[in-house]
């Protein structure tokens, strides 16, 4: 009988368990950033989110991973979900997107970090608007414009790859 209270008491705890505090992700996210000398891809998502998803599929699509892996750690910290799902919020991650510059903006919302954890640049146009999953010509403009602040050193070849994906796929994914 205690056996089995006990396996009921730990798969009650695994199931009610928080998703763990940004803080903490982002500290790993940098040991692995300035240990392989990459930038910081920091995405802002919810469970709910279609954007969330069509960006995600976005840095999964095979001709993208390789080179997104390159140049980045990414790392996906969650906000914004229903009272049902509040455990899936990553603690602290509001007031990190808001630090990073996205005060209010609504997800996806992403940033470029140096390895340090320091804002290179955010998916805020200079108009003030959050791309969020760029696929309309402006935000894919605004996209590249990160992608070179945040990767100087980015192969022609490889930006090119990356902005055809999001001009002729980005729509139908």
């Known amino acids: 009988m205690f056996t089995c209270l006990a396996v009921a008491s730990l798969l009650l705890a695994a199931t009610t368990q928080s998703a763990p505090p940004a803080s903490e992700v982002m500290a790993a996210a940098k040991a692995q950033a300035a240990s392989q000398q990459k930038s ?15 960006l995600d599929r976005f840095l999964e699509a095979p001709e993208n991973k390789g080179i997104i892996d390159k140049h980045f750690i ?19 991650a509001i007031e990190l997107r808001d ?12 940033a470029f970090l140096d390895a340090g954890g320091a804002p290179i640049v955010n998916s805020i146009t200079p108009k003030g608007a959050n791309i969020g999953y760029p696929d309309s010509p402006e935000e894919v403009d605004w996209f590249m414009v990160m992608l070179r602040k945040a990767v100087p050193a980015i192969q022609p070849e490889e930006a090119r790859t990356l902005e055809s994906w999001l001009r002729t796929n980005g729509k139908t994914h």
């Open 99 to 110: 630090a990073v510059g996205g005060k209010n903006a609504a997800v996806p919302f992403f």
């Open 74 to 92: 990414v790392v996906h910290l969650t906000i914004l979900e229903s009272a049902a799902k509040a455990s899936l919020n990553n603690p602290g």
């Open 40 to 54: 910081i891809f920091l995405i802002f998502h919810a469970s709910w989110c279609g954007y969330c998803k069509r």
